[in-house]
């Protein structure tokens, strides 16, 4: 059984290791700066900078938000050694356990890797919207990005995105925390 751990220390033992996961699991216009990511977790009431662990032993990361009626994950990785044992799946569904819908964002399927990172989370249970969405940019000079929103249990209506986006923008990505 999975066990989450939310820090809101930095100077928690994992918190380096953590961060060096972070930012080799995702590229470089897809994350804070290490600045801003200190001042999220330790400031960001409704950020959750969460170690996962199977037992004693840590096997990923789940960055979420709780949303006002949804958690949205903005980056999630399980340690690369370990990928293929079912912790990513193990995670998801702890994570839907709320009952509230839960959102993500992916590339698009251009790629081998892209396509298979959609079906890994489709067979979580998550559906693909059909929304057109650019994710707001982490940095000053670099534009904001294409990306698939995916949501689970089922597609979000029109007002459910409008408000996950009014939310991502305003709060998640909010001067404060990137800039």
């Not at 290791?17 to 990511?37: I, M």
């Not at 590339?107 to 489709?122: A, H, L, N, Q, T």
């Not at 059909?130 to 597609?155: K, N, Q, R, W």
Request: proline share 6%.
């Amino acid at each position: 059984m999975l066990k989450f751990e939310r820090l809101t220390d930095v100077s928690h033992p994992l918190y380096e290791d953590a961060l060096k996961l972070y930012q080799a699991s995702f590229p470089y216009h897809e994350q804070r700066t290490e600045q801003f990511q200190r001042l999220v977790v330790e400031n960001a009431a409704d950020y959750r900078f969460t170690l996962i662990y199977d037992g004693a032993e840590w096997v990923g990361e789940c960055l979420y938000w709780e949303g006002p009626g949804f958690r949205y994950v903005e980056h999630f990785c399980t340690r690369p050694e370990l990928r293929g044992r079912s912790y990513g799946a193990q995670a998801l569904a702890k994570l839907r356990e709320a009952g509230i819908p839960v959102i993500l964002e992916i590339d698009p399927p251009g790629d081998d890797i892209s396509r298979r990172r959609r079906g890994f989370y489709e067979r979580c249970g998550f559906v693909e919207n059909s929304f057109p969405h650019v994710h707001p940019t982490y940095h000053d000079g670099i534009p904001g990005h294409d990306l698939v929103v995916m949501s689970c249990p089922a597609e979000l209506t029109q007002e459910e995105y409008a408000a996950f986006a009014a939310y991502l923008r305003d709060v998640v990505m909010a001067e404060k925390w990137t800039k």
